[in-house]
């Protein structure tokens, strides 16, 4: 499987969760148009078909990322 780029899966889960918590507040009860492409490119990036399932994995590719990257030094 691909992986995605880590900043650029740190920006769609940081996105995603931010529209998220908006339309939560607004109390619409639907996501809307862009938390819906959000969902889509999070669970395509991550292999699953839930936005749930993929919010985890990139959390844990994440996690996994900046425990593989070693610091650069000067």
């Known amino acids: 499987m691909l ?3 880590p900043e650029t899966l ?5 996105e995603y969760e931010a529209l998220a918590a ?9 996501p809307g148009p862009r938390a819906q492409d959000l969902a889509y490119t999070l669970c395509v990036s991550t292999g699953t078909r839930d936005v749930r399932l993929a919010l985890a994995a990139a959390r844990r ?3 996994g ?3 593989v990257i070693p610091a650069m030094s000067d």
């Open 22 to 30: 908006q339309e939560a507040a607004d109390g619409t009860g639907r």
């Open 3 to 5: 992986m995605p780029h």
């Open 10 to 14: 740190r920006e769609l889960v940081a």
């Open 65 to 67: 990322e900046s425990a």
């Open 61 to 63: 590719q994440l996690v």
